[in-house]
């Protein structure tokens, strides 16, 4: 024993501290990772950064248990069993690259499309869609399609930004916040920072949310909503609103479309669209003379009511008269939709109230002058300070769209839209969809060892920004940009692999996936997606998806699915780029983006993925990634970050650039440029200025500052699209008229859905199922100590949430005569699931939730094959089919959103009925044990940090 005066109380902790960014979510907060000789000990929050502030959330805290994981890949592995069996062979990179490059390189050189590349929620997609694009294939997405599309299409298309990444609340200013649908893992410090801000300051918060957990829990008041009716609840609001006149009209007129004259002939082909001039300009109604003038013209008031005959017969009237038409008619009143949304015509206008109170008794005015893009002066920024924020909870339904944008109209026409104390963009947004790319991969853009003219994502504008061949069938595989999805601006990444197993519309050779658990958690159709993964064709005894290459840090359930495996570093070990070219870490009030680098070495023979990409990439001779000698450009990720321009002087990272490493946004590569980021703590900031903060839609100091920055080449002003001419084009195309003209069997439902203001249509399978039957509705949502699957697999985090019951209300609960701990089957129109029961009081009484990916399957991810995420863990998913009922027609539709292809997760409708009592229930369905790929380590039995490293230390203190 040692001596007790020599015990050593402050034993050296760390013998230096790296400062990178954080993957534990999506947040990509900046932390400071405490190392000790060649091992992680401790992750602190970054103060100085400017998404977190220094504050660190339970999973980020718990990142050193993700980086120490037992199911770790360790090596690249050949399959040599069957699918499904987890059997593999350990094989070099070298092998592992020269399997990939045959596989691939036939395909480029023939046929493009045959390649399906689909990633899940990485950070590196303005790498990974321009990899495709070289390629040549417009078979690429992530996981937008199965996340919230919905929340970030209908926010591009209306104001052009959406919540979380393209924008925030003024949680400084806001004198009310209203929650829609918010998950807990989206967004998660920025909102917790926020929300306490906002407790700090005694402002009210409303969450709209069938759950009350989470933020919910923490509002002042919860409105439990009825699943799906979101849409239904805000245009009631609306019509509250203009029915008392507590609108913003003189913002309507300088910032929207509302006074756009619309074109009213009935039975034409341009009924609906808006009356232009010949420049194409969209005209509006001088109020001084009556006469129109283009919408541009500085100096004129336009007006919001009125009439104009057009010269070769029907009239044109401001797009407000359309709005007004709609939505004060009764049908949107409270009285009227209290029994579908379940929320008394009382809390509704009360709501209203108390939005219109704050927004106009209570405006924000900041004395700084500004200037908009007509020229005009403003001496000061007047804000309407009602924020609000929406996730997945609204955006994953097949009336997603609609609903999103009827939350963006009511932002809009209270004045809250990047408004001090409302809702504000983060630069580079805001971006109009007309800015923004049309898709690529037209059939005539397609051609063998030939790029895409374009990136493989975009925005559609019309019938004729469709991805479809002469007879208007899909061209994609996942049918995005069809006339199934016309908008879908993230593809469907639910629908690719039950597209290629069915050949429809074309078989691929190669599916090649990122970081998607597609075998389990991130598939509707559990069970059919593996059978569909695991079939031969009997003619050829090959399997239906010949060739699956995946990539992944860790043992997922796919892995065992997949003939080739990249293995990936943990987010600790590798160089990345939180890059202004895709989403980055901007606020409100400052442009900024950040790196990972390599705080420790791999110890396993790993390599960050995008590496390995850029690897293959130059192995297939790829354009932009071989020089004039075919040799590899980039030495590896971190090179590409350094010295890839996508134009000259625009690069991945905005900061630090030029020789001298003083340019920021624009500029020449810098050698040394990372070695900046790493001393300026992994990020790089710049402060906009005081007068380019608000308005920055309309605000010439913005524009201007956007353009210094490269944002664009040129500034981009535009109004906000309440009436969506884009819809209405469908809508055209729907009733007749173009060249381009849908199938005839989704001809009614693009007239229903595409309308230009939005409507409210009920959910596609609660209306399709037997209410009787399957009268309840079935909720999933992240639980805030959890990220997709990688935290349920995380030893601390795995204390917080070991297993998932299902939560039911009370009163159903009483009904079903079941208590907490009992076990019930859950069937819906496609499944059978027996789970474990908790009982809960705050849920709409119709509704059931759980915590979704924290079942796991028995063998997958190195835990114990009787682990709690095992047999007391489950999915919903296996519920949910990627397609809805047969219809009278004998056509599957897809379940998703039908002008986003939006997966519809939360449509999901079922009955529940109280299982046997038995004793060691274990969850069903159940699956065979998935075999452990070679190399991984034992997992120990402590869920807890380093036993070897607390023997040593304690060894060192007792010395
Ligand atoms: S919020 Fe997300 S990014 Fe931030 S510390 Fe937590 S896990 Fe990491």
């Not at 019309?462 to 995005?480: E, Q």
């Not at 692999?497 to 559990?526: C, E, H, K, Q, R």
Request: charged residues 20%; hydrophobic residues 35%; aromatic residues 10%.
């Amino acid at each position: 024993m040692p001596d007790d005066k020599n015990l050593n109380l402050s034993p050296k902790s760390a013998d230096s501290i790296a400062k990178t960014t954080c993957y534990m979510c999506a947040c990509r907060c900046g932390i400071n990772v405490h190392i000790k000789g060649d091992e992680i000990r401790y992750i602190e929050g970054n103060r100085d950064h400017p998404v977190n502030n220094g504050v660190l959330c339970a999973k980020g805290s718990a990142g050193i248990m993700q980086h120490l994981s037992p199911a770790r890949l360790t090596a690249p592995l050949k399959r040599v069993g069957k699918r499904g069996e987890g059997k593999f062979e350990k094989i070099s990179w070298e092998e592992a690259m020269e399997m990939a490059t045959s596989w691939l390189k036939p395909i480029r050189e023939t046929d493009p499309r045959k390649l399906a590349f689909f990633t899940g929620r990485d950070q590196s997609q303005a790498l990974t869609g321009w990899w495709a694009q070289q390629f040549g294939t417009p078979n690429f997405a992530a996981h937008g399609g199965f996340c919230s599309v919905n929340m970030a299409a209908a926010g591009i298309y209306t104001i052009g930004g959406a919540f979380w990444e393209f924008g925030s609340p003024d949680w400084e200013k806001t004198e009310l916040f209203l929650l829609f649908g918010v998950a807990e893992d989206h967004d998660s410090n920025p909102i917790k920072i926020g929300l306490g801000k906002l407790k700090d300051r005694g402002i009210r918060t409303v969450s709209i949310n069938p759950v009350q957990t989470g933020y919910s829990a923490v509002a002042d008041d919860w409105i439990g909503i009825t699943p799906g009716t979101d849409g239904l609840f805000i245009l009631s609001l609306i019509h509250v609103l203009m029915k008392t006149g507590q609108i913003d009209l003189d913002y309507l007129i300088r910032y929207t479309n509302a006074p756009w004259l619309v074109i009213r002939r009935p039975g034409s082909a341009d009924d609906g669209l808006f009356w232009r001039d010949e420049h194409g300009q969209p005209q509006v109604l001088d109020h001084k003379t009556g006469k129109p003038v283009s919408a541009e013209t500085a100096g004129i008031r336009p007006q919001l009511k009125g009439e104009i005959a057009l010269p070769d017969g029907g009239v044109a009237t401001p797009a407000f008269m359309l709005m007004a038409e709609d939505w004060l008619n009764d049908q949107h009143s409270p009285e009227v939709t209290e029994e579908k949304t379940g929320v008394p015509a009382n809390r509704v206008y009360a709501l209203a109230d108390a939005i219109a109170e704050a927004a106009f008794k209570r405006e924000v005015v900041i004395d700084q002058p500004w200037v908009d893009w007509k020229g005009e002066h403003h001496d000061k920024m007047i804000g309407r300070p009602v924020a609000m924020h929406a996730m997945r909870g609204i955006s994953a339904h097949s009336n997603g769209f609609q609903t999103c944008r009827a939350l963006h109209i009511l932002q809009i026409l209270i004045g809250s839209v990047e408004t001090p104390g409302g809702f504000r963009f983060k630069p580079p947004y805001p971006k109009p969809a007309a800015i923004h790319p049309r898709p690529a991969g037209k059939p005539d853009q397609v051609k063998p060892s030939t790029p895409l003219p374009g990136a493989p994502l975009g925005y559609p504008m019309s019938p004729d920004d469709l991805l479809v061949d002469d007879k208007g069938r899909p061209v994609r595989i996942d049918k995005a940009y069809s006339w199934d999805a016309p908008l879908s601006a993230h593809g469907l990444m639910h629908m690719v692999i039950s597209n290629a197993y069915a050949g429809d519309p074309y078989p691929v050779d190669v599916l090649f996936m990122y970081m998607a658990n597609m075998a389990w958690n991130s598939s509707m159709n559990t069970r059919g997606v593996i059978d569909m993964l695991t079939e031969t064709d009997p003619q050829t005894g090959e399997y239906r998806i010949p060739k699956i290459i995946y990539s992944d840090a860790y043992s997922s359930e796919m892995v065992a699915y997949a003939d080739l495996i990249l293995p990936d570093t943990t987010y600790l070990e590798r160089h990345d780029c939180i890059s202004l070219l895709d989403r980055p870490i901007c606020e409100p009030d400052c442009v900024a983006d950040a790196i990972r680098w390599p705080v420790v070495a791999p110890d396993r023979d790993v390599r960050g993925f995008q590496s390995a990409l850029l690897d293959l990439g130059a192995r297939l001779g790829l354009p932009g990634m071989v020089d004039a000698d075919g040799k590899p450009l980039y030495r590896d990720y971190a090179d590409y970050m350094t010295n890839h321009q996508r134009k000259p002087g625009i690069g991945p990272l905005a900061g630090f650039r030029g020789q001298s490493g003083k340019d920021h946004g624009r500029g020449d590569p810098n050698p040394d440029q990372i070695d900046a980021y790493i001393a300026n703590g992994g990020f790089w900031s710049e402060e906009l200025p005081e007068n380019a903060r608000y308005f920055k839609m309309a605000n010439q100091h913005y524009q201007d500052f956007a353009v210094k920055m490269g944002f664009f080449d040129k500034p981009e002003p535009y109004s906000f699209q309440i009436y969506s001419e884009v819809l209405q084009k469908f809508q055209l195309a729907a009733q007749g008229h173009g060249n381009n003209q849908p199938p005839e069997h989704l001809r009614d439902r693009i007239k229903t859905c595409f309308t230009p203001l939005p409507q409210w249509y009920p959910p596609f399978e609660g209306d399709m199922v037997d209410q009787r039957t399957y009268p309840i509705h079935a909720l999933t949502q992240r639980p805030m100590a959890m990220y997709h699957s990688w935290g349920s697999q995380n030893p601390w985090l795995r204390q917080i949430h070991g297993h998932n019951p299902l939560f039911i209300p009370a009163a159903l609960a009483r009904s079903l005569e079941v208590e907490e701990g009992d076990w019930v089957w859950v069937t819906s129109h496609h499944g059978k699931i027996k789970v474990p029961v908790a009982v809960m009081e705050g849920v709409n009484p119709h509704t059931v939730w759980t915590w979704n990916a924290i079942g796991k399957r028995r063998g997958g991810w190195q835990l114990d094959p009787d682990a709690p995420e095992a047999r007391k863990g489950f999915l919903l998913n296996h519920l949910i089919h990627e397609l809805l009922p047969m219809r009278g027609d004998g056509l599957r539709w897809s379940n998703s959103d039908p002008i986003t292809g939006q997966a519809a997760w939360f449509d999901l409708k079922v009955n529940i009925t109280k299982a046997d009592a038995e004793d060691n229930a274990t969850v069903e369905p159940t699956f065979p044990i998935l075999g452990a790929p070679p190399g991984l380590e034992k997992p120990s039995s402590v869920l807890r940090y380093g036993d070897s490293i607390i023997a040593r230390d304690k060894k060192e203190n007792d010395q």
